[in-house]
Nanobody
Framework: QVHLVESGGGLVQAGGSLRLSCAASGRAFSVASVGWFRQAPGKEREFVGWISWSGGRTYFADSVKGRFTISRDNAKNTVYLQMNSLKAEDTAVYYC?????????????WGQGTQVTVSS
């Protein structure tokens, strides 16, 4: 079992930045990739970005490409989502998810989420 905890959410003005963290515990060594998702009120959950644990390959949704980056700290079993140039439409609950395979759309574990609110 892998336990994921997101942190770093909060209120920020449009144009500002936030860095979210996703800390993995338990059988963290089994994690092969981590994805970030978000869900705004009244909307479906949407994919934000993904990172492979071993090679650090990343992939992003078009809506955040060029503004968001993902990095990982293997020693801390933590993945970071750096969000820059935030817009009001980035407001959502952000979730991280971990997969035991290094592929884009397979996740076995989910965190509880952290709220990000961008004021315009």
């Amino acid at each position: 079992q892998v336990h994921l905890v997101e942190s770093g959410g909060g209120l920020v003005q449009a144009g500002g930045s936030l860095r979210l963290s996703c800390a993995a515990s338990g059988r963290a060594f089994s994690v092969a990739s981590v994805g970030w998702f978000r869900q705004a009120p009244g909307k479906e959950r949407e994919f934000v970005g993904w990172i492979s644990w071993s090679g650090g390959r990343t992939y992003f949704a078009d809506s955040v490409k060029g503004r968001f980056t993902i990095s990982r700290d293997n020693a801390k079993n933590t993945v970071y989502l750096q969000m820059n140039s935030l817009k009001a439409e980035d407001t959502a609950v952000y979730y991280c998810a971990a997969g035991t395979r290094e592929i884009l759309n397979a996740y076995d574990y989910w965190g509880q989420g952290t709220q990000v609110t961008v004021s315009s």
